[in-house]
């Protein structure tokens, strides 16, 4: 199975920065590649999906970048409601996660 | 609206059964794809099952296969997952999960509220 990498795996920020999280793939997943928000309690959600694309009524503060194995998730300006944990998932095999990133408030 | 309502969650002993169902209404059911992914409390996702959309193709986790088995149910827009010898690590929340249309990519969706399988003696 291709193991998916997040770094970091928690981070303490402000509101109001940018704040960014990535992903590694073991092999080369083209643009394979999609990233999930799941606040505490509820289920996931997601945010960008083929490594670039923004889903329909997502914030465009949510950007994605990256192909092969080295993708980005990127917040242009951390609002209150983006406290929460993220997850990337490859779909170019068998599905694996990201083991997330949880982002807290400093 | 596209909405996902998992039922069937409850206490089960080791080596016990257990079938989770998923009621789906809002979409075009048998237009797509169907998967489960379960997260233990605390812990991170993991993809359990897939079915396509005509019920013939099925995928499964490693740690699950041979001891779980998908199914679908387009006649009554139903996902149900049917899980055998459970054990203490198969404790979690199960999600049933809408995959994208094809022509997007095979990210998810839409995902349910999710049904808590305790596997406990």
């Known amino acids: 199975d291709i193991q998916m990498t997040q770094s970091p795996s928690s981070l303490s920020a402000s509101v109001g920065d940018r704040v960014t999280i990535t992903c590694r793939a073991s092999?080369?997943?083209?643009?394979?590649l999609h990233w999930y928000q799941q606040r505490p309690g509820k289920a996931p959600k997601v945010l960008i999906y083929n490594a670039f694309t923004l889903q329909r009524g997502v914030p465009s503060r949510f950007s994605g970048s990256g192909s092969g194995t080295d993708f980005t998730l990127t917040i242009s300006s951390l609002q209150p409601e983006d406290f929460a944990t993220y997850y990337c998932?490859?779909?170019?095999?068998?599905?694996?996660f990201g083991q997330g990133t949880k982002v807290e408030i400093k | 609206e596209v909405q996902l309502v998992e039922s069937g969650g409850d206490l089960v002993q080791p080596g016990g059964s257990l079938r989770l169902s998923c009621a789906a209404s809002g979409f075009k059911f048998n237009d797509y794809s169907l998967n489960w992914v379960r997260q233990a409390p605390g812990k991170g996702l993991e993809w359990v099952s897939f079915i396509g959309s005509g019920g013939s193709t099925t995928d499964y986790s490693d740690s699950v296969r041979g001891r779980f088995t998908i199914s679908r149910d387009n006649a009554r827009n139903s996902l149900s997952l049917q899980m055998n010898s459970l054990r203490a690590d198969d404790t979690a929340f199960y999600y049933c999960?809408?995959?994208?249309?094809?022509?997007?990519?095979?990210?998810?969706?839409?995902w349910g509220q999710g049904a808590l399988v305790t596997v406990s003696s």
């Open positions: 998932h490859q779909t170019y095999s068998t599905y694996t």
């Open positions: 092999q080369g997943i083209g643009t394979d």
């Open positions: 999960v809408r995959s994208a249309p094809e022509d997007d990519g095979d990210f998810l969706d839409y």
